[in-house]
């Protein structure tokens, strides 16, 4: 429903705006887990490190599961419509926002690490970040009418529709969406603290990696939706981006200020090395995919090795030091070679280009 209202939403406003707000409703229930976690750590201190357990968990399923399955996907349903697998997913210029606007938070979120501390202050910058995010996503003009052909047929319905009934359906859609997911979210999460009991899985494995694959099921199943269609591919993988964006800011900045809530005293997240280890290989993970994505195309070997590298620290969690180095030795050599073929620093070119037109109109 709320991905269907996304479609509709793109030809009101920009298809970045759509997918925020997407974005908002998809990772409710990512929201609520995160929360009550929070909420509890201000009182069992020692549950405070599952804080960051399910914050660098859910971001690192976003990037090395998340993206390489829009590939997958995409490229599965391009050879059956035409034969031959797809080589790359190529970027629309208005991503270029959400490119650029995944970096600035990665960027501030090393030093975060560096202090090892998330505290009230930096929750006050990262919702900066993301209201700047939204203030740009707001200047840029809606899709075109010609690409309401590639609609599903409810979206494309509403379209054709008068302009009271286009806009209360788009509406109806996002509450009727959003609704479903804010009273399912605490039985959910419930629902799934029983679940890792009655199994026996170790609390912070079950929230490292279980319970964001759970709460994130929504983003996956409408990107996947589209993903399924090649010329929707790009929209599919930035319903992740946008994701990854509102959880390196507004998730991360909510848990700083709920902890100091519960404690009753403003209070500062302090991270021990392991914690900080783990966010360091986000961090590191999460550079390596803007990297990859700044010539605005995104190329089915890019795809693997993102995906090997995940499945490796997944699998093997005593690699995680030497994929990091992995992570990080790669990020350097897109550097290089970015900067000894500028050419392909394609988002930075087309994001001057995009305020400009957005101002003249």
Same mark, same amino acid.
């Given at each position: 429903?709320? !991905?269907? $209202?996304?479609?509709?939403?793109?030809?009101?406003?920009?298809? $970045?705006?759509?997918?925020?707000?997407?974005?908002?409703?998809?990772?409710?229930?990512?929201?609520? %887990?995160?929360?009550?976690?929070?909420?509890?750590?201000?009182?069992?201190?020692?549950?405070?490190?599952?804080?960051? !357990?399910?914050?660098?968990?859910?971001?690192?399923?976003?990037?090395?599961?998340?993206?390489?399955?829009?590939?997958?996907?995409?490229?599965?349903?391009?050879?059956?419509?035409? $034969?031959?697998?797809?080589?790359?997913?190529?970027?629309?210029?208005?991503?270029?926002?959400? %490119?650029?606007?995944?970096?600035?938070?990665?960027?501030?979120?090393?030093?975060?690490?560096?202090?090892?501390?998330?505290?009230?202050?930096?929750?006050?910058?990262?919702?900066?970040?993301?209201?700047?995010?939204?203030?740009? #996503?707001?200047?840029?003009?809606?899709? /075109?009418?010609?690409?309401?052909?590639?609609?599903?047929?409810?979206?494309?319905?509403?379209?054709?529709?008068?302009?009271?009934?286009?806009?209360?359906?788009?509406?109806?859609?996002?509450?009727?969406?959003?609704?479903?997911?804010?009273?399912?979210?605490?039985?959910?999460?419930?629902?799934?603290?029983?679940?890792?009991? /009655?199994?026996?899985?170790?609390?912070?494995?079950?929230?490292?990696?279980?319970?964001?694959?759970?709460?994130?099921?929504?983003?996956?199943?409408?990107?996947?939706?589209?993903?399924?269609?090649?010329?929707?591919?790009?929209? !599919?993988?930035?319903?992740?981006?946008?994701?990854?964006?509102?959880?390196?800011?507004?998730?991360?900045?909510?848990?700083?200020?709920?902890? /100091?809530?519960?404690?009753?005293?403003?209070?500062?997240?302090?991270?021990? /090395?392991?914690?900080?280890?783990?966010?360091?290989?986000?961090?590191?993970?999460?550079?390596?995919?803007?990297?990859?994505?700044?010539?605005?195309?995104?190329?089915?070997?890019?795809? #693997?090795?993102?995906?090997?590298?995940?499945?490796?620290?997944?699998?093997?969690?005593?690699?995680?030091?030497?994929?990091?180095?992995?992570?990080?030795?790669?990020?350097?050599?897109?550097?290089?070679?970015?900067?000894?073929?500028?050419?392909?620093?394609?988002?930075?070119?087309?994001?001057?280009?995009?305020?400009?037109?957005?101002?003249?109109?």
């Amino acid at each position: 429903m709320i !991905a269907w $209202g996304a479609e509709v939403a793109q030809f009101l406003v920009s298809q $970045g705006l759509a997918l925020a707000m997407l974005a908002w409703l998809q990772t409710l229930p990512e929201f609520a %887990v995160e929360a009550v976690i929070a909420w509890k750590a201000g009182h069992e201190p020692d549950k405070a490190h599952l804080m960051i !357990a399910n914050l660098t968990g859910s971001l690192r399923l976003l990037v090395g599961l998340g993206w390489p399955m829009i590939f997958g996907t995409a490229t599965v349903f391009h050879r059956i419509n035409h $034969g031959r697998p797809l080589k790359e997913i190529i970027l629309d210029d208005e991503h270029a926002v959400e %490119v650029l606007a995944l970096a600035l938070p990665i960027i501030y979120w090393v030093f975060i690490w560096y202090k090892a501390s998330l505290t009230v202050l930096d929750a006050g910058i990262l919702f900066l970040l993301y209201l700047i995010y939204l203030v740009v #996503l707001n200047r840029i003009p809606p899709q /075109s009418e010609e690409k309401i052909e590639d609609m599903d047929i409810i979206p494309r319905t509403l379209l054709r529709s008068s302009k009271t009934i286009r806009n209360g359906g788009a509406i109806l859609l996002f509450l009727g969406g959003g609704l479903i997911l804010y009273f399912v979210a605490e039985p959910f999460l419930e629902s799934m603290l029983l679940l890792a009991a /009655s199994l026996g899985i170790s609390q912070f494995l079950f929230v490292q990696w279980v319970a964001p694959f759970l709460s994130e099921f929504p983003e996956k199943l409408s990107a996947f939706n589209w993903a399924r269609r090649p010329n929707m591919a790009p929209m !599919a993988l930035m319903n992740m981006v946008s994701s990854n964006i509102n959880q390196w800011t507004m998730l991360a900045a909510m848990l700083p200020v709920i902890y /100091s809530i519960s404690r009753g005293t403003v209070s500062p997240i302090l991270f021990d /090395s392991h914690q900080e280890a783990e966010i360091l290989l986000t961090i590191a993970q999460s550079s390596l995919g803007i990297l990859l994505l700044f010539n605005m195309r995104f190329a089915w070997y890019e795809s #693997l090795g993102i995906f090997l590298l995940w499945l490796i620290q997944f699998m093997i969690p005593a690699t995680h030091r030497l994929i990091t180095g992995i992570y990080l030795s790669w990020c350097l050599l897109e550097v290089v070679f970015l900067l000894v073929r500028r050419k392909q620093l394609n988002a930075l070119f087309i994001f001057p280009r995009l305020l400009s037109k957005a101002g003249k109109k």
